[in-house]
């Protein structure tokens, strides 16, 4: 599945309570907090994993409203009531317009 948004996109499209943090990245790709790589984005699903969001390399980082902590440089940490349902309504915008290209 391929894609490309901006921050300014997610932004748009999801209405996080909060941004922390820039990037300039285009994002490509989705992937786990520590499978990561710049131009991704991931996210804080359960919080058993906080420990791993400092180690994350993604440009943008989608984390509970509880979330305690600061972006790297170059990073972005959005917060919601629900992390996982922010993926997934990304991942409905993406599906969205594949299907429109097809």
Do not use: W
């Not at 999801?14 to 131009?39: A, F, M, Q, Y």
């Amino acid at each position: 599945m391929k894609f490309s948004y901006q921050m300014s996109d997610l932004i748009k499209l999801l209405s996080p309570l909060n941004v922390v943090g820039n990037c300039c990245d285009t994002l490509t790709g989705i992937s786990s907090l520590l499978e990561s790589k710049p131009g991704d984005v991931s996210f804080l699903g359960n919080s058993k994993y906080s420990k791993d969001v400092i180690k994350c390399n993604a440009s943008v980082i989608f984390l509970p409203k509880t979330y305690d902590g600061a972006p790297s440089e170059n990073q972005a940490y959005m917060f919601f009531d629900n992390p996982s349902l922010a993926l997934a309504e990304l991942c409905r915008d993406i599906e969205k317009k594949q299907c429109d290209h097809d």
